[in-house]
């Protein structure tokens, strides 16, 4: 590894506390439904959390994902070719990326973008240890808006965006299409995606999925209020909010809330929020997609729909669409 591999790429104005964002959650808490962004989960302890979910018996996400990569991946690499940089939007958790890593023929580069500055830097700094051979050039930005690529040493193949774990799931349509028009402006013509889509099932399953037994979905949710606690000077009651995630089959997804147990006032950076008895916050959704409608959005993002691979069951899918030259 040299030394400008291990380096952290700044690549656009981003807000990496939520002091620099107090305008948006406020406007967000004193709007007539008060909303958090997910994005504000995930400072060190939140990204904790949410690997811990991962390995929940009723987060059937990651696991089908997992198996779905290991039984298909001869069949994506030979779609996705040599010498490829991958770029990975959110680079949550770095075991999906080494299973990727370690089947494509010989990857070139690879690219993590995150806004957790600290998580970026270890899991980068470990990479990088562990395949000589690859460029790891972490990029530290908002991937939610064009950011520049790091200058290769050696130009790749084709830049492959990789998004899994069904995160554009957390993006309502509108956003996960003008997400997606990020993705193929970055993967550039005649580059791809592989995409980690959950998809719509009995609802059973989806409800237990973000209800689970253990609790750490709902110590996930509350961990926001902590965040605000430490980081905007907030006074929430952690213990007068309780965790709730519905599925609405209408819509096709889960909505995750934080509930006030009672009337009672926080103070968030100065301002007076006020809660009735079971008023909530909406902290999350989570979208499932049939085929079809997943296919849908992706073309209208300029993308084309080239394959995509599913479990028996039909839980969860992996896609690759491709961008046209
Ligand atoms: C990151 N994202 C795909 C997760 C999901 O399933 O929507 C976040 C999550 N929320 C609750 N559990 C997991």
Redesign the pocket.
């Known amino acids: 590894m040299t030394q400008a591999h291990a380096e952290l790429v700044r690549a656009n104005e981003l807000a990496p506390s939520l002091a620099d964002d107090a305008a948006t959650i406020l406007a967000g808490l004193t709007a007539p439904q008060k909303r958090l962004s997910p994005k504000y989960f995930y400072d060190e302890a939140g990204s904790q959390l949410?690997d811990a979910?991962c390995e929940l018996p009723e987060y059937y996400?990651t696991r089908t994902e997992h198996a779905i990569m290991e039984r298909h991946l001869d069949e994506m690499a030979a779609l996705i070719g040599s010498g490829t940089a991958v770029i990975e939007f959110g680079s949550g958790s770095s075991r999906k990326i080494r299973q990727l890593l370690d089947r494509l023929d010989g990857p070139l580069a690879y690219v993590p973008v995150d806004i957790s500055e600290d998580y970026l830097s270890s899991m980068a700094g470990a990479l990088a240890r562990d395949y000589p051979a690859l460029q790891v050039l972490p990029v530290f930005a908002d991937f939610t808006r064009p950011f520049d690529l790091p200058a290769f040493s050696v130009l790749p193949s084709r830049n492959l965006v990789f998004f899994p774990?069904?995160?554009i799931?957390?993006f309502e349509h509108e956003q996960a299409r003008a997400l997606l028009e990020v993705m193929r402006h970055e993967a550039g013509p005649g580059g791809a995606l592989l995409i980690g889509v959950d998809l719509q099932k009995d609802p059973s399953v989806v409800h237990a999925a973000?209800n689970d037994g253990a609790g750490v979905?709902a110590a996930?949710n509350l961990n926001v209020l902590r965040r605000l606690n430490a980081e905007l000077d907030a006074t929430f009651d952690l213990d007068g909010f309780r965790h709730e995630a519905i599925y609405d089959e209408r819509e096709g997804r889960i909505e995750?809330r934080l509930v006030s147990l009672r009337s009672q006032r926080a103070m968030v950076a100065d301002r007076v929020i006020d809660f009735s008895a079971d008023e909530h916050i909406v902290t999350?959704y989570?979208h499932k997609y049939s085929q079809e409608g997943f296919e849908t959005l992706a073309r209208s993002a300029g993308l084309e729909p080239t394959r995509a691979w599913h479990d028996s069951r039909g839980l969860f899918s992996v896609q690759y669409l491709t961008v046209p030259d």
């Open positions: 949410f979910i996400l774990g069904s995160t799931g957390n973000y979905t996930f995750m999350e989570s």
